[in-house]
């Protein structure tokens, strides 16, 4: 007797036909893949192992034997994304952007370290933050550094600029001279702006420092060339997703442009933080996904790219015009994919966030705000238009978007307008 799915299948037909067909998903860290990468994910690679990197016809590099096709996948896979990336370096095997920014932390850090980093209340990731892997590097045996106890990771963050939504460039050099860190970190989660890199890396580099560019979130952007470039900035490492505005399958990455002797020792470190630090086998069989993902870039990332960013301003012109309070707006509000939003004239942006996705089928998450204090009370929504540029959204509808977010925000019911909008939009493009 087979065992009985059904009530799984109704769960995923449900999911497919919810979010893959009726909503507008404004998740700024959330992407569709394209056919042919979701239709190759299901393949014989699924719960293989691959420990340790690609064997070569000179040299053994696997602790297992059957590898000789994922060999070719994870050789491949590397090579193009270091092409497409113009950089020396690139581990492919994280399986996240938590997961490669882990692997960076156990290779290069040591207790009593010091980082610079940004803080959650400016839109910096979890993971470089004293709950995260970075605040609590664990050590080799197994003790667990405790933010602010003897020989603990020290955490400085990065002053910012008044509006919150830029570094201090002056300031940010001034602590790199006065704290000499081990390790710096730049990029963020709400991450609406370039980072100053060029001026961070200058002192980094005179003071052989290991900067880490987290384009966790901007990834596709960078590889698109339409965001800065941190490695011509003078970055060492960027670690991105592989699924937010790079449209991929959810893994992560770590590209690298080192050539000095100390460079390639942080490399061999991080290489012992990927494996066995963070990962045995990585997921394997989403990596030829991977690999179709990076040609797809290769192909269309830079009009991709630009017509993410093009959409972003769009909105955030088109909300604001509706009187929804877009932050950076003497900025532009974006130079990414994402836009801040105060919604405190309209209620309480947890409630909002619930209503908007319940009762309209426009997804987006609550967000503290620069100023914010809680995380759990803030007062914005975050948002990004990578996914419903992908399926073809263009200027025109992000006018239409407006409205319907608007009404959304006053309480009205516009569910069926958003399925109808949405309805246009079924055919994911740059592909
Ligand atoms: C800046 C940053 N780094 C790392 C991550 C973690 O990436 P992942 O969700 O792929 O583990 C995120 C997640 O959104 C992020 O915003």
Redesign the pocket.
Known sequence: MSVNISDVLDIVDSQNQWRGKETINLIA?ENVQSDAVKQIESNDFMGRYAEGHPNTAQQDNRYYEGTRYIDQIESMTTREIIKLAKCLQADVRPL????A?TAVALGILRGGDTVLVNSIEIGG?I?HNPIGVVGRRIQVRGKVLTPGRENSISLHFWPATEDGYHLDAPKCVDLVEQTSPNMVIL???L?LFPEPVKQIAEVCRAKNIPLLY?G??VLGLILGGQFQNPFEEGAHFI?G?T??TFPGP?R?VILGNMATELEMKWWSSVDRGVMPGSSSSHHLHTLPGMLIAVREMAEFGREYAAQTITNAKALGQALTDEGVNVEAKEFGFTESHQLAIKVTNFGIAKELARSLSDKNNIITNYNMLPGDKDAKNPTGLRIGVQEMTRYGMKEGEMGELADLMKAGLQGKIVKDEVIKLRSRFTDVHFA
């Not at 996240?96 to 997961?99: I, L």
């Open positions: 860290s996240s952007g938590n997961a920014n990731h993971s990029g963020k989660s991450f987290d966790a979130h670690n997703s699924h937010k959810q992560g």
